[in-house]
């Protein structure tokens, strides 16, 4: 099976590529991605010389570039992970969200009609559905879409064209919207690798507002592993939610990574807070659970002890992403130099 992933070089997607080529036996993985700032092949370390994978440098938003991909390496299915995802470079600037986001999305699906594909996994967020107050009922997969940020509403758009081709054309697509995510690999902007790198480094932690704000997080294993699921046994048109069961204040995170690292609260910095924040995500995944038998096994505990471990285990790794030296895996490992999403 021949299977086509986009953003396989970011935080998720490159832990879905080492999932699928430690799991399966009989996949080939096409790895397509731009190499945005959060793009990183050194996240695919010791993988480049697997003869079931390939890496290939394009831009999901360029059309002649993704048919020539498509005609190439006729793809049996295809998992689209590539997005811009960080809510606060959207609020600063929205046009790389719609492009990457919502025309790469269709570029994406008129590549995929041109080509005899079982499933189009379209992996999308929580985000879509804006938020919830304590006390409401978790997100199921038939709650409203109410974005609240830029991000969101482009992962909102992008999840109606997906639906409408499966409308329209009977494309074979299958959406899927995840909490929030934390494992290895994950760039140093988000929440737990940016606590834990500022913490490593004794700078202060910077915590939005008073810090109450409410996640459900899923270690990113898991993820793969019911985004495989869904790959393998999810109905064509359907929606599924999943979350980790884990909901948890940012604040309280933030603590418990300073209490397994042995430092003191104080290194904790409240900033103002960041306009439009959700104030909670919770994800209601009976659906998953009922219907192909997936649920998480990594607890929140567990999960984060095991990603503070990583992160201090690998400096390495933390400062060429600091540095921007990440950027020259691609020259050293591929022979080209590297000219676009850079």
Request: hydrophobic share 35%; aromatic share 10%; proline share 5%.
């Amino acid at each position: 099976m021949r299977i086509l992933v986009t953003g396989g070089a970011g935080f998720i997607g490159s832990n879905l590529v080492r999932y699928l080529l430690e799991s399966r036996d009989d996949v080939n993985v096409i790895n397509v991605d731009i190499l945005t700032y959060a793009g990183n092949l050194e996240n695919l370390s010791g993988i480049e010389n697997d003869p079931r994978y390939k890496f290939v440098l394009a831009d999901i938003a360029d059309a002649a570039r993704m048919v020539e991909v498509f005609e190439e390496h006729k793809p049996d299915l295809v998992m689209h992970l590539a997005a811009e995802s960080h809510v606060d470079r959207s609020i600063e600037d929205a046009a790389p969200f719609i492009r990457t986001n919502v025309q790469g999305t269709q570029v994406l699906l008129d590549c995929s009609m041109r080509v005899d594909l079982s499933r189009f996994v379209h992996v999308s967020t929580d985000e879509v559905y804006g938020t919830l107050m304590e006390g409401d009922p978790a997100f199921s997969e038939n709650h409203r879409i109410d974005p609240s940020s830029p991000y969101s509403a482009s992962k909102a758009a992008s999840d109606l064209l997906v639906q409408a081709f499966h409308r329209t054309y009977g494309f074979p697509a299958v959406i899927t919207r995840c909490s929030n995510n934390y494992g290895p690999y994950q760039f140093p902007e988000k929440l737990i690798p940016l606590m834990i790198r500022n913490a490593l480094a004794g700078e202060p932690l910077p915590v939005y507002g008073d810090g109450r704000n409410i996640r459900d997080w899923i270690h990113v294993r898991d993820h793969c592993e019911a985004l495989v699921t869904v790959m393998e046994k999810g109905a064509p048109g359907q929606t599924y939610n999943i979350g980790g069961q884990a909901e948890v204040r940012n604040i309280e995170v933030v603590q418990r990574i300073l209490g397994i690292l042995g430092k003191s609260e104080s290194m904790i910095r409240y900033v103002k807070d960041r306009p439009g924040h959700d104030w909670r995500y919770a994800m209601d995944i009976r659906k998953i659970g009922k219907e192909l038998n997936w649920a998480p096994s990594v607890t929140f505990e567990q999960g984060l002890e095991e990603t503070v471990n990583w992160y201090r285990d690998n400096p390495d790794w933390v400062d060429h992403v600091i540095s921007g030296h990440y950027k020259e895996y691609y020259e050293r490992m591929y022979g080209g130099r590297l000219e676009v999403g850079s």
